[in-house]
């Protein structure tokens, strides 16, 4: 489903260069859920927000199914981001003056109107068993129900794939295997996932892992069922 080809990124602040991503080449298919580990600073979110098309590589190819990203200008890709891809941030995201379902809405932007609209929200969140609280507001819930309520946001609009920046990063150790499990629980029904995280236990729970060092990817492990 997806390509990268030869990706490379650079960056120049202060004439001082710094490589954060070199010689990429990564194929995802459909259904995976990919962990991608390494230290700080090699390359993790670059990589990630190279696959959500927010940052653009200096050089290399980006294949999306049969389209190439790479070539494509700022409003296609707009559009190309609220069809195709779910964001889920370490830091939730959510709108504090929004209700969880207002939140949730977000993620379908201008598609659906009316009962579809009220219908496709409920479903996300019922998905990550937050509908009790759709009429409260974000400083209402507790973390790990704010980090569900931003994963019903992220799945609402039916995106081919979900990229999870360090999704448990702030969350205690029952919120976090609570995400957890409902991240398993959206790729075993066919979501397919990339998730930064720190915590190998977390990655474990993915189909494979990544390790990076210096913005390289220098090991791929599928986990044994
Ligand atoms: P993490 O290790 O959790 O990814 P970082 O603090 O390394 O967090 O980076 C967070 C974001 O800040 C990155 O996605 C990147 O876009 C930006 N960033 C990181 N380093 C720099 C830098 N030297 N100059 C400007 N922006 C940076
Ligand atoms: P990680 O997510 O693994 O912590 P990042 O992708 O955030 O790593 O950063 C990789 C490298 O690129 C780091 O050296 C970081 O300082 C640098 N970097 C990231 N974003 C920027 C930016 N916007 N400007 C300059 N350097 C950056």
């Known amino acids: 489903m997806i390509r ?13 260069e710094t490589t954060a991503l070199r010689d990429i080449d ?25 696959l959500g098309t927010v940052d653009r590589p200096t050089s290399g190819r980006y294949l999306f199914g049969d389209q190439d990203l790479a070539a494509m200008g700022e409003k296609a890709l707009a559009r190309f981001r609220g069809a195709m891809l779910g964001f889920v941030f370490q830091s939730f995201n959510l709108i504090d003056e929004l209700t969880i379902e207002e939140n949730v809405a977000l993620g379908l932007a201008y598609r659906a109107n009316g009962g579809d609209r009220r219908t496709r ?17 974000p400083h209402q819930l507790s973390g790990g129900q704010q980090q569900r309520a931003a994963i019903a946001r992220a799945i609402v609009g039916d ?52 390790d990076m060092l210096d913005g390289r990817i220098v090991a791929s492990a599928m986990r044994a069922i």
């Open 121 to 137: 929200v409920s479903q996300a969140m019922d998905k990550v068993g937050i509908a009790h609280r759709a009429r409260h507001f």
């Open 4 to 16: 990268l080809e030869q990706i490379q990124r650079r960056y120049v602040s202060d004439e001082v």
């Open 159 to 210: 995106p081919k794939l979900i990229l999870a920046d360090e999704p448990t990063g702030n969350l205690d150790t029952a919120n976090g295997e609570q995400v957890m499990n409902i991240l398993q629980a959206l790729n075993e029904e066919g979501a397919t996932i990339v998730m930064v995280t720190h915590s190998p236990s977390h990655a474990d729970m993915a189909r494979r892992r990544i």
């Open 26 to 50: 990564l194929a995802v298919s459909a259904g995976e859920f990919l962990a991608v580990m390494g230290p700080s600073g090699c390359g993790k979110s670059t990589l990630l927000n190279t």
